[in-house]
């Protein structure tokens, strides 16, 4: 699933993040979510982003979202470390935030289908 920013995002892993923004998209970036049940019926998540990191506010948001329109318990969040992904730790930036929400949004999509 997608997780293309819709508005102009700084660029995460360069330090000075809120100076570098991006300006076209080379490369799709998306989030990929596999269920796996084991034989008591318990389901976890695993979700691989492609976001420079996934830290732990971020996970908590995507946890708890992923939860209530899932109920499952058990996620695990892995960030690939591309430095080309929108920043996602910059939370005092409007648009960080609205990203953020976007990305909670998508992973909930994605754990879904």
């Known amino acids: 699933?997608?997780?293309n920013p819709t508005e102009p995002i700084p660029i995460g892993g360069?330090?000075?993040e809120e100076h570098r923004f991006h300006e076209a998209i080379g490369q799709d970036i998306t989030v990929t979510a596999v269920a796996l049940?084991?034989?008591?019926?318990?389901?976890?998540?695993?979700?691989?982003?492609d976001l420079v990191n996934a830290d732990t506010p971020l996970c908590q948001q995507i946890r708890q979202r992923v939860f209530e329109d899932t109920g499952i318990e058990h996620i695990y969040i892995s960030a690939v470390h591309s430095h080309a992904a929108?920043?996602?730790?910059?939370?005092?930036?409007?648009?960080?935030?609205?990203y953020n929400a976007f990305?909670?949004?998508?992973?909930?999509?994605a754990a879904v289908e």
């Open 1 to 3: 699933m997608s997780l």
């Open 14 to 16: 360069y330090g000075n």
């Open 37 to 49: 049940t084991d034989k008591r019926n318990e389901t976890i998540l695993l979700f691989s982003i």
């Open 86 to 98: 929108p920043s996602v730790r910059r939370t005092d930036m409007d648009c960080i935030c609205r």
């Open 103 to 109: 990305v909670c949004d998508h992973c909930s999509r």
